[in-house]
């Protein structure tokens, strides 16, 4: 079917290419017009506005913004909203946050458009591996749609059916789901990257203690020289931790087992906070996905406030000293 | 090869099986007679005792210890050691502590036999899927017992190669790993445990989100009905969090979406406690890991002496009441 | 001078109190007329409304309202800013979120009032020990307020002076401070709560670890007895952790050492919670916090949905059963 | 009474002089002379060598080892062993692991000697304010040492009594508490630490929650700029958090408001170590004591290689580069 797509970097530009590879038909606009003309190239029709997009449409219209979300989002959608006629469709196929979603659905539904939020998850192997999708929306909106969804999504493929899902609905063994009304795509979306975040740190800390067992800091007989970048392949087989994370992982140490080419300054996105929120929302402890978010705000920052005031006290009661720079300070254990 | 196993659990039992199908020849001994004939009926030679099953065995030997960590493995590998002769091999492939793997090897070397530690991950799925190994002890010895090691690992499989791997050891794409010498191998299944508390928490709290997101207690537009069975099984494919562990927890979602059949009070083994303690004397910050045991530690506790003195420094000094029975105290958040 | 108070609870009402003490002149309201009643029987002028209230009161008025906050908060400050006239203040010295406070201080603002938020600390004990106040607002105004403040303050006390203060605002080291404009009161007064929570925390699991050491699950030889009713006396005299926390915790378990008077189901407030979520605005970590709130959460569930998972994990993998109800499961520990 | 005193560092020469200013007969020794000699010049006797100042004391003896602990203190106390005689006593006044203890008092024991384990708090000011004091040992024994114990102890004071304590040992309202047989002593110490450690944290999570609140990476009206000199002041007053640590964190910021003067790198003892160690033996949740002693460790490291893990799977999965260097990332927060 025929669609717009708004937004072609790395996530919408492979988008529109899966969905043209599948024979859809794709109107895009990006802000970059080099990016705009390379779809154009591949097969896209080029919009050099989202005026334009919106005209070059038949209604009823479907449009996939794939922006950052915030400001940027919200002005794509304002522009669109302006453009579009009674029963088109914004795709927020971006990681807004899910308030967001159903305020600005609300406002669509008040000029008689449809929004639809999509949770799109897969990378930069999206292309090739396709995209799990989890979708907030009407449910004739989200039906309409389903061309569109079942192309991006992954499929079956090779991955063991469940047992006992015979009667589910079919469209979540092909990897996409509406989740519920507006909203509810990105708040799956949302906590799916809260968990990454919890999973991605229990590697994280898993291998640097394996990492630090070679340090000179422990006593020569503690230590082990153990090859990280083996760890992470025998474990791919069989372990009760193999995971897609784990896969890249191995990729990652194959290269490079010290990891030199990275400094460790972890950037985090919303909806990793947002994930914290929900859960304090409900009441509801969430002490690993919060120490993950936290690893990474600490991960960013060199010796904090908090830090010195740790130093303060100390040296106000105790005449302690700060440990030298350099110093891990492996004590001799005892046992 | 020839193999003695020791200890016919749903470890062992499955163990011996995988091998005997292989065609390795097996010789077993349980203190549960019903289990050792069991086996028997299966192919392996039944032993009477572990005096017996050394005598069955031609040397050198080679015995699997399959047995809980602790006293009932420590016992076991003493009567192994006063029954075998020098170049003989004990294999302890349960959860043993790495620094009694140290120890023991030492002793058994004084008496001119070898100690080998294999880390076993795979659980009951494991004589299907072949068993993830970790394996620490001298080199020849490891060597020696190779058949044994590739018939028991899962092999290959479909698993994508990882690039930049051809250089490296063959054994571990096969899914066993000769980590160093004696307790490398069951510090790196220590480790691994050790992480496999940290993913299955960070899946526990995210699903936790999404089925409290339905509670009666939030305000009733910001409630979503979001069926955590469908989840689990959406995020398989294409998702950044997709997981062997993700499988079997769409497995038990898919049988019994409220998991009514657990009550929630969950163990923990020695692995996952040893891991934090590893980490402190490395002094590794290990917030997840730590948090993960944490969570199991305070799921089998009713409400603890530590929680009682929060509600009575509260009592004290605002005279604030405990919150009533049964009242989550979900607020009416306000954003 | 002449105040209004409206809400005349624990803590209002002792407000009223040590100003009518000190000869201030209060005007008080509370929806509880027996409660409005009582404090004109020791002093007070009684009010029958929000409006009575104010018109008792000579122009420019001050009124403290003195509410849980939210809705009844809101509905308070709204009835005062009907019926106030140009210039009056109102003063909110109950626990509203900051962001409220920059909200309603500009809508006051936008009718000729004056909007000042207090974060009060000190309980039960305020009446006799005073309450420290975190004041923000505009500055003329919190001036103007200085007599009231001044009272209610706890004065500089036996409190040894801090060296290197003497050029500083006097005010502080009277128990009062005010910290910058509209909300920065109840801004610092909910990062004061979030410590709080810490702090509390830190004792609770230090004494669960001193009375969980004379525990049957133990080995025999790693027991002691410890009287934590006497720890907690005996590190109120020159330890470092010696703090008004902890004399009332010597109360508590001089009182009831097992505290078998509470039940652990511990309540929290909203400050607890802002304190997160303006650490997360921040990117600031803060893990101790929040497992001081995620801890309190979880004192008010029995196992979660989440602690169900993990056994349906480890059920899947392993086939391992549940931990039987009442065990502790503390395992005998090697070193 | 008489009393030899090892190690005449910060605590112990302290200690020494606390004890002669209440007539009490000092025989002291240090590796270093000029320490020593020190000693002696406020009127203690010197001794050139553990053995002369076994020599030195009239039997039975007490010798008050204050040496940082591991083999530092198991030499002085061979040392002592070596020269003593049945019915001597011998104390641990540092902060030995409470394991070592009581090992160390069966190995005394066999020799007709007493060991006594205190655990010391009060750092530079103990000399001024008196020590707390945390014992463990025989109770004849203890009972002998009272003079000494209740001379460092910092007795009742102004501190108010609490309520039903009237029946209590009355040792433990003077400061100093008698715990229980060997390591009992140390253990509470041990635990105190792991609390005092906890308080700090929150403490130093709080500020820097105020003082980040200026941060230029907020939203303009998003930001306060809080005086956190006066912050630690007020509260001090009147508050549930005041504190001795409180009092100590004022005085360090009234004299350096952004604590420029330290780096932040911040030292862990034994104690803090072993609390969390002895909560994992208990099977005690303790996520506030363990995330306190986890960000002391993150303290003295730059970026990690956990750190430099998640880097790289974010690369691979998502292309995603690196936070660059200085950026908090503090997002637009939406509410």
Redesign the interface.
Known sequence: MQIGVIGLG?MGGNIARRLMDAGHDCVVHDVDKAATERLAGEGATAAGSVAELVASLTAPRAVWVMLPE?EITAKAVAALTEAMSPDDVVIDGGNS?Y??D?RRAGELKAKGLHYVDVGT??????RE??????IGGETTVVERLDPIFKTL????????P????EA??PR??????H???A??GH??KM???????????????????????S?K??PE??R????V???A????????????????????????P???????????S?EG?W??????????????????????????????????????????????A????G?????????
């Open positions: 790395r915030g946050f308030k967001d159903i998850s897969g990378g930069v192997w999206g591996r396709g995209y799990c999708l989890m999504a992954p499929g079956a493929g090779e991955i063991p469940t047992p006992g899902r589910r609905d979540v063994t092909q990897g996409y789901m989740c519920g009304p909203g509810s708040f799956v906590v799916h990257n809260g968990i990454e975040y919890g999973l991605m740190q229990a590697y994280a800390e898993g291998f640097d203690i394996l990492r630090n067992k340090s800091d422990l007989d503690r082990y020289e153990i090859d970048a083996d760890v392949e025998v474990w791919r087989r069989g372990s009760v931790v193999s995971s897609w994370l784990l896969d890249l992982t191995a990729n990652a140490l194959a290269a490079d010290a990891l030199d080419g990275f400094e460790g300054r972890v950037a985090d919303g906070r994930t914290i929120e929900a859960a304090i929302e409900e009441a509801a402890p969430t002490p690993v996905l919060a120490a993950a978010l936290f690893a990474r705000f600490r991960s960013r920052q060199d010796q904090s406030f908090a830090d010195r005031m740790l130093s303060a006290m100390r040296f106000q009661f105790g005449g302690h700060e440990a030298p720079k110093v891990g300070e492996i004590k001799k254990a005892r046992t």
